[in-house]
């Protein structure tokens, strides 16, 4: 990846904590241990250590000790074809492994990375379990130890010296995730800190103490220095997590690259005459700024359950775990307790994610019937007035904005809205109080981790495109249109809309992951079903009947 030069590493310039200091600075005192005095230790061969238990196998190997192959037992490849493995193996040819080291001077982190160690286990090893890499020559002494037990968190701990002296040498998980196959995968991609001191705050200002840095914000190379609770990378489903035992002098550095993809997997393979795309890629590495690093290492599925159970007892002002990694957005505060619903629904009802969001969405339907009677009344006592709001217009039209008599007219118009117990916001409330709702949904849906490779019906993938489900959404939201009076529009323009809106939000949706467009393809059928019961009461005729009127008169 492109890394800052060696006399002067790049300074990250989103916001973050200060910047790290240089190389040079990053060094600590000299090591009792002389380059005169070590003994030389280095493996002769290249061997492999896996280390396994019910959710994981890891393959490391002792050239470089790092990982070749990081598998999650309980989720599939892209092609449902086996078993995940995070380690993306193009970029991380080109980029690095997972639990490299990383040091502003290039050389030597590809000699750290390239040396046989000397491994004390290898062969096969089930967890809970450890091992340990050492390497040693004439300047350079690097010891890493890994400890495993039966969850996704690991402990790391690492130590370089060079020319005597501790060097700030982080464990680095650089190039990206094994499910990273498509461009919007990759742009998926972020870099995530927990700060106990931040003061950041959502558009609801509320507080809040992670920071996300987008692709578009982060410089290959740059250095953030902390304190972090955590921080690391992931992407929309998956994470690697370094947790600091001590995040005062901790300090992270950005990674970014770029690699060429196919457009479309399996159909144009990458150095065909077919197009690629040229994509950024995302890697981080934490460590101590003091040298010799220890903390704890996250590297697994956002799921809420899994991370809430992972505890970060140096949190102080949040929630001491790692739920924070999951990004709800703004409307987290409604969002998550709408997943817990719908995993509930999962759990308990019917076991498959598509029937969950169908049961759920018909509930969140259901309660928010109200909202649309409410709105429908609303609009019906804005017709009934428009004649009078109309009279009074014209009698003012010949006043300018300007006019001081133009307040007249405003005085009027308020005068017939009391009169007639008319809200002129009622009309829109209703979908304004409904707004937010919708967001915390589409949020819910676009992070849950479960709905990833999920079936239903003939859809294979929830969280993937689906071309039926856009389709049956514009349908249903013409039928709507037609189906609801639209009161004060001209029929023209209502027309317009009626084909027009629903081939926007078509085109929009048709990307989106099925599960959000179920959830918008239902809803839409059940207001037909719900409009279509209020155009039989008095309420609905009556404003049908209206409209009815009112074309007529401008027909003729």
């Known amino acids: 990846m492109p890394q800052a030069p060696a006399s002067q590493p790049q300074t990250q310039t ?8 240089s190389p040079v600075a990053a060094v600590a005192a000299p090591s009792a241990v002389g380059p005169s005095n070590i003994v030389s230790k280095q493996a002769s061969a290249e061997t492999e250590t896996v280390i396994e238990n019910d959710l994981y196998r890891i393959t490391f190997t002792n050239r470089g000790a790092q990982v070749k192959s990081w598998i999650l037992k309980k989720f599939d490849n892209d092609a449902q074809n086996g078993l995940l493995d995070l380690v993306n193996p193009a970029a991380a040819q080109k980029y690095g492994y997972p639990l490299s080291l990383w040091t502003y001077d290039e050389a030597l982190r590809n000699r750290l990375n390239s040396a046989l ?8 090893l089930s967890a809970p379990a450890q091992v340990t890499f050492e390497y040693a020559d004439q300047d350079l002494v ?80 740059g250095t953030l220095k902390g304190p972090f609770e955590w921080a690391g990378t992931g992407d929309q489903y998956f994470t690697a997590i370094f947790i600091p035992d001590d995040p005062s002098s901790a300090a992270m550095v950005t990674l970014r690259g770029s690699l060429e993809v196919p457009q479309k997997p399996g159909f144009n393979p990458v150095g065909s005459n077919a197009k690629d795309a040229n994509v950024e890629l995302l890697g981080a590495a934490v460590g101590s700024l003091h040298g010799p690093t220890s903390q704890r290492m996250f590297v697994g599925p956002k799921e809420l359950a899994v991370l809430d159970a992972v505890p ?84 003012y039209k010949k006043y ?16 017939i809205y009391k009169k ?74 209502q027309k317009m809309l009626t084909v027009m809106m629903p081939l926007m939000m078509g085109f929009i949706f048709f990307k989106l992951a099925a599960g959000l467009n179920l959830y918008y393809a239902e809803s ?8 279509a019961v209020m155009n039989r009461t008095k309420l609905g005729r009556e404003m049908r009947e209206m409209m009815a009127k009112r074309a007529r008169k401008k027909d003729k």
């Open 312 to 395: 970060v007892p140096t949190i102080k002002n949040d929630n001491a775990d790692l739920r924070g990694i999951v990004d709800f957005g703004w409307w987290g505060i409604l969002a998550r307790p709408l997943f817990l619903w719908l995993k509930w629904t999962f759990n308990h009802i019917v076991h498959n994610w598509g029937w969950a969001i169908v049961i759920q969405t018909f509930l969140i339907s259901i309660a928010l019937l109200p909202l649309r009677i409410t709105q429908m009344k609303s609009m019906l006592k804005m017709q009934r007035i428009q004649p009078q709001i109309k009279s009074i217009q014209e009698k």
């Open 14 to 21: 989103a916001p973050a904590p200060t910047a790290s200091p």
């Open 117 to 124: 160690y000397v491994a004390s286990n290898d062969g096969h």
């Open 420 to 493: 007639e117990g008319v809200n002129p916001a009622g009309g829109c409330l209703p979908t304004l109080i409904q707004f937010p709702f919708l967001i915390a949904y589409y949020r819910m849906l676009g992070v849950a981790l479960e709905l990833r490779h999920a079936h239903w019906l003939w859809i294979t993938d929830l969280s993937a495109a689906d071309w039926v489900l856009p389709i049956l959404m514009v349908v249903s939201m013409v039928a709507m249109q037609r189906m609801t009076p639209q009161a004060g529009m001209d029929p023209a323009q």
């Open 142 to 221: 690097v010891r890493k130890t890994f400890r495993f037990d039966h969850t996704y968190v690991l402990n790391v701990e690492t130590s370089v010296i060079y020319k005597g002296a501790a060097l700030f040498a982080p464990p680095a998980w650089p190039s990206g995730f094994g499910d990273e196959v498509t461009p919007a995968s990759y742009a998926a991609a972020r870099i995530d800190y927990h700060n106990d001191a931040s003061t950041e705050r959502t558009a609801l200002v509320f507080p809040s103490f992670v920071s996300r840095l987008a692709i578009k914000n982060i410089s290959g190379g």
């Open 524 to 531: 839409n059928l059940i207001g037909i079903a719900q409009q």
């Open 400 to 415: 300018s904005l300007r006019d001081p008599r133009k307040a007249a007219m405003n005085e009027e118009v308020s005068a």
